[in-house]
């Protein structure tokens, strides 16, 4: 059962494989800040990947994917069969 738009909290998820370092309580590094940029490049309910994290995923073939920045490799996934 689908819920009306306005019940219906949309998330999006930036996912990124890169080095952190936590010290003193506080997290640093690539992976910290470039994981929020995939998440506003995602649609709503959508996920957006490094072509690090879709080349190590063995999961990647049950989504389609779509392009959205070449020069960095960055990919937006859907389930298979869903509408955009």
């Known amino acids: ?42 649609d709503p309910s959508g996920i957006c990947l490094s072509a690090r994290v879709q080349e190590d995923s063995p999961a990647s073939s049950t989504w389609r994917s779509r392009t959205l920045v070449s020069r960095f490799r960055i990919t937006a996934l859907q389930p298979k069969g869903a509408v955009r």
């Open 1 to 42: 059962m689908a819920l009306a738009s306005d019940n219906r909290i949309e998330f999006r998820i930036g996912v990124y494989q890169g080095d952190i370092i936590v010290e003193d309580g506080d997290i640093f590094g690539d992976g910290v800040n470039v994981a929020p940029r995939l998440e506003g490049l995602a």
